[in-house]
């Protein structure tokens, strides 16, 4: 009888796990290299050094959970969520009186919040919202990404297929004789070095991250394009505290637990997202000639944000503000695409090792996670028809054993082959999305962007037989192929150029259009959006 075939798995992270689960509840041998120590001790940071930006779990990463067969898994993650139904736009007006403008992220998603909140009994805002797995909330889910990570690795130590090694380096692979050499960290040699041992393996797969040294040596054996982009661009991390905590134990926030807040500015912005704890953890983005400024003189740090970044002074003390200025370092973002992502039948990479991108569109995660669940797709699809056309006797010959692996080899080609040759198109496509959404974060108070949002969900919500969807609907609460997204919406955006057109030389129409969809606002804040449309003609 035909040995189970050996996956080798590098990266312990979200998204190598969630690729062990897959494979374990395949059959396959599963073994799991990570370079640092076991990920689920606090103490752990990961290799940037800095607990890193919170997770914004939505549709896709569920779905690929959802698909790894456990569902009490699905149901624990969801349940360290908090949920964010939209943007909360900071800034100051003119009279210098601070404001706080919500931006659902989906028009359809407003009823569908409500009923969650309603289903578990949590109505206040202030209070902690988590989702039971009924539906589609039309929301962001924010999680710890230690906390995500914990979850997935105790899922696979209850498994008998998986091993998980710890402190472990990939240091060399060769992908013709499926061989790999590991030093394992937690075993020296008498010179202090760590020792080295050769492993095999039938598969390797590598969800190591963007400096991936499974991708590293598969170029070695692959004809890979690769290219990678730091944008001038850094991010340091901050913190708002939690607030007091409630009569009852509970926690509480200090601002609205249950969106996304963004300090916008013209070239940066502070954002601050929620985690279960009553705590957010906030994340500068600023180009780099700042940071410099800043280094330079860090007591300017406070003023910089009073001035840029207003009200956020009142959630964090100008000592906490410097402290983490000094402290957390200031890291780069980068980009990265590449293709083929496989070498014949042996290897193949996903994740951030395939396609690490900016973080603002917040897909990072969920693209790797969808990674897992089409690539295990085609394989079944690939083993499905190799069963239909080879179905081995348990006790056949050497020559039919023989027989029996080539054609399984013959599969798991033609299944990574097909995997590389259609998923790079949409790992592009939310590369380049994550860049420009970049620039919607800081504009999402312009009145162009208002406006066509508002026509965009007055569509989408009133004439739902159109199949109109915003783009930011359709690449975040659906699972389909983000290049479609792009095609619909660039449709959509040809046909709303038409009517911005039309609504030029109807300028009464176009009022009209923005108070309809803004009926529920005070008539003080829709005069003034009037008057502002009108004087964008």
């Known amino acids: 009888m035909a040995r189970p075939q050996k996956m080798v798995i590098v990266g312990a992270g979200p998204v190598g796990s969630l690729a062990a689960l897959y494979a374990a509840q395949r059959g396959y041998r599963v073994e799991v290299y990570e370079l640092r120590p076991d990920l689920r001790d606090p103490r752990i940071v990961p290799l940037n050094f800095t607990k890193s930006i919170n997770l914004a779990l939505s549709e896709r990463g569920i779905n690929a959970i959802r698909h790894a067969g456990l569902p009490d898994l ?5 349940g360290a969520c908090v949920p964010m139904r939209g943007r909360m736009i900071h800034g100051k007006k003119p009279s210098g009186a601070l404001y706080e403008v919500a931006q659902d992220f989906d028009i359809h998603g407003r009823v569908s919040f409500r009923h969650r909140l309603s289903d578990v009994g949590l109505i206040h805002h202030r209070q902690p919202v988590h989702p039971a797995n009924k539906s589609n909330p039309q929301c962001n889910l924010a999680m710890d990404r230690g906390a995500l990570n914990a979850r997935l690795l105790d899922a696979l130590e209850d498994l008998p297929n998986v091993e998980l090694f710890f402190n472990h380096k990939l240091t060399g692979a060769d992908f013709r004789k499926r061989k790999a050499w590991i030093e394992d960290r937690d075993r020296l040699s008498p010179s202090g070095r760590p020792r080295e041992m050769e492993i095999d393996f039938d598969i390797m797969l590598g969800a190591d991250g963007a400096h991936s040294a499974v991708r590293y040596h598969m170029m070695k054996f692959s004809r890979m394009d690769y290219q990678q982009e730091y944008i001038d661009t850094l991010w340091c991390e901050f913190r708002i505290d939690a607030g007091k905590p409630q009569p009852d134990g509970s926690e509480t926030w200090k601002i609205s637990p249950n969106h996304l807040h963004i300090w916008p500015g013209k070239d940066f912005m502070f954002i601050a997202i929620p985690s279960e704890d009553g705590s957010f953890t906030c994340t500068l983005f600023l180009p780099a000639n700042h940071f410099v400024t800043l280094e330079a003189d860090p007591s300017q740090v406070p003023d910089f944000f009073d001035v840029n970044f207003p009200g956020v002074r009142d959630h964090i003390s100008d000592a906490s503000l410097i402290d983490a200025f000094n402290t957390n370092p200031h890291l780069p973002l980068i980009s990265l695409k590449c293709k083929p992502y496989h070498f014949g039948a042996s290897g193949v990479i996903i994740g951030d090792a395939a396609h690490a991108m900016v973080p603002f569109y917040g897909q990072g995660m969920n693209t790797g996670m969808e990674d897992v669940r089409i690539l295990f797709s085609i394989l079944d699809k690939h083993q499905a028809l ?29 299944a990574l082959a097909e995997y590389s040759a259609t998923r790079w198109v949409d790992a592009y496509t939310i590369n380049d999305l994550a860049f420009q959404n970049y620039i919607e974060m800081r504009t999402s108070q312009s009145t162009t962007y208002k406006l066509r949002k508002a026509l965009e969900e007055f569509l989408s919500l009133r004439l739902p037989g159109l199949g109109w969807r915003t783009k930011y609907s359709l690449v975040v609460f659906s699972n389909r192929p983000y290049s479609e997204c792009v095609r619909q919406t660039d449709r959509q955006g040809r046909v709303l150029s038409r009517l911005f057109a039309g609504l030029v030389t109807s300028p009464f129409l176009a009022v009209g259009v923005y108070l309809a969809y803004s009926y529920r606002r005070p008539m003080k804040e829709l005069w003034h959006n009037a008057v502002a449309i009108w004087q964008m003609m």
């Open 386 to 414: 190799l069963a239909e056309t080879n179905s081995p006797l348990d006790d056949e010959d050497d020559e039919q054993q023989s027989s029996s692996n080539a054609a399984a080899e013959q599969a798991h080609a033609q």
């Open 74 to 78: 699905l149901e624990d993650i969801l």
